[in-house]
């Protein structure tokens, strides 16, 4: 099984590190695993993107331009890689600030209201762990229990208090998915 | 899990691996997309564990000084740059080559010419092969495609240099160094003593102890015939190093229709490609030079031999190429697909070339 994702956004809501957690609760399921960011001026204000890949096999291109997943948090990043998703594949999406919404019909689309709940636990910062628990609720790829360890791992010792938050969030993003 | 294992990205894992060889030395001097060598390096402070000095210089001219300055001295010492950096240290390079010390250099590449883009490219293969600075000079050039290279080829170019007193370079690119595996780090080494140093390097400057003459590292010989049986000298190495440590990676090979020849990140992207291709049937192998000089000639020759083309894929507008059109003497089509700025191709892009230019001719 390989999954190959895109989550993009404006950079500071959390693409980046959600993007590494993930690769790191992989790591923690002993899986082949690859994160590739945008780097360069653009993480600073604009839009920012990173693939990740989470697999059972050797990964072989870092670089795609077809994803089984695609995760957008803006507008502009839903305009650009709605045609990227594979036939067949997740398109999610904040409805936050959406005005223009997607239209295909070969693909599974998946609208969350991820910065209304994190206004509701009344910290933005969750932003990123409640997207990533809807994703990991229609996509379960990696089990929730690898995605708290990949925090303990990579949350400095002075920040491990806040993963019962994190694991809140996560829950929270899960339950946004009605099916 | 295993506990070696970590996730790291390309350009930290150089920074470990420099640490755990037991490196005495890095200068170095900030530019994207390598910059996080140098900021690993500092945030793990090795001079506090290993006493390796890290310093970052004021310049890319003055890092390489500092190199060359180090390794005069029997060190093991290295510095790394990107594309606009490593033309800055060119005259060093040449001077090291030409003293005979042994250094380790790593040039993350980005897009050029001139300042360019800070986004991935092959476009400095000709200056890492050919030589970029004046003289009849080489280096050995690895070319990394994955972060565990990253981190292996630092111990290796470092071994090479010191075998045969001679510059190594790794040749990598801003997506090798941006991009985050898995790797195993290799065990720490301890750093050798100035002991160790006098008995491996009789050559080196490192004071004499009253066992020896003085010795004298230079490039300069005003003398002709001397400076000639001096190039001689570096040749016979040459070629020594032509006939021992050509490296590459074959796949697929021995049953393949056409074959793909690509380095770094543009031969992980065609790896992906020939996965396309095999599902369609079309039977597509890989030659991966690791290294890129001494180009491995004979393996692809040999890998070659039945195939109906040869596709060279590379960030650049037709430069390893050249080298492929000479290995196989040009007894097959040789075609070249390049993308230059930063861009790096995709995998179905890879499959269309392929297509387009060798199978649908």
Known sequence: ?179 | MNDKVTLMKGNEALAMAMIRYGADGYFGYPITPQSEVLEKLEEEMPWETTGMVVLQAESEVAAINMVYGGAMTGKAVCTSTSSPGFSLMQEGVSYLAASEVPALLINVQRGGPGLGTIHASQADYFQACKGGGHGDYHMIVLAPSSVQEMADMVALGFDLAFKYRCVSMILADGTIGQLMEKVVLPEQRPRRTDDEIRQQCPWAVNGRKGMRPSNVVTSLELDDDKMEENNWRFQACYREIEKNETRCELIDVEDCDYLITAFGTTARVAMKTMELARAEGIKVGMFRPITLWPFPEKQLREAAKNVKGILCVELNAGQMVEDVKLAVECKMPVEHYGRFGGNVPTPDELLNVLKEKLINK
Not at chain 1, 52 to 57: A, H, N
């Open chain 1, 1 to 179: 099984m390989i999954n190959e994702i895109v989550i993009a956004g404006f950079g500071g809501q959390g693409v980046l590190s959600m993007g590494k957690i993930l690769a790191y609760s992989g790591l923690m399921e002993d899986k082949e695993v690859c994160w590739l960011p945008s780097y360069g001026p653009e993480q600073r204000g604009g839009t920012a993107n990173v693939t990740v890949i989470v697999s059972d096999e050797r990964i072989s291109s870092p670089v795609l331009n077809t994803y089984d997943v695609v995760v957008v948090l803006n507008q502009q990043s839903l305009d650009k890689f709605e045609s990227k998703v594979k036939p067949g594949g997740i398109l999610m999406y904040d409805t936050y600030g959406i005005h223009k919404k997607p239209t295909r019909t070969d693909i599974k689309i998946y609208p969350i209201d991820a910065t209304e709940k994190s206004i509701e636990m009344k910290n933005s910062k969750t932003f990123n762990m409640i997207v990533l628990g809807s994703m990991l609720k229609v996509r379960p790829m990696v089990t929730i229990d690898s995605v708290l360890k990949a925090l303990k791992k990579t949350l400095p010792e002075r920040h491990w208090h806040l993963i019962p938050l994190n694991e809140e969030a996560l829950k929270e993003g899960g339950n946004l998915i009605k099916e």
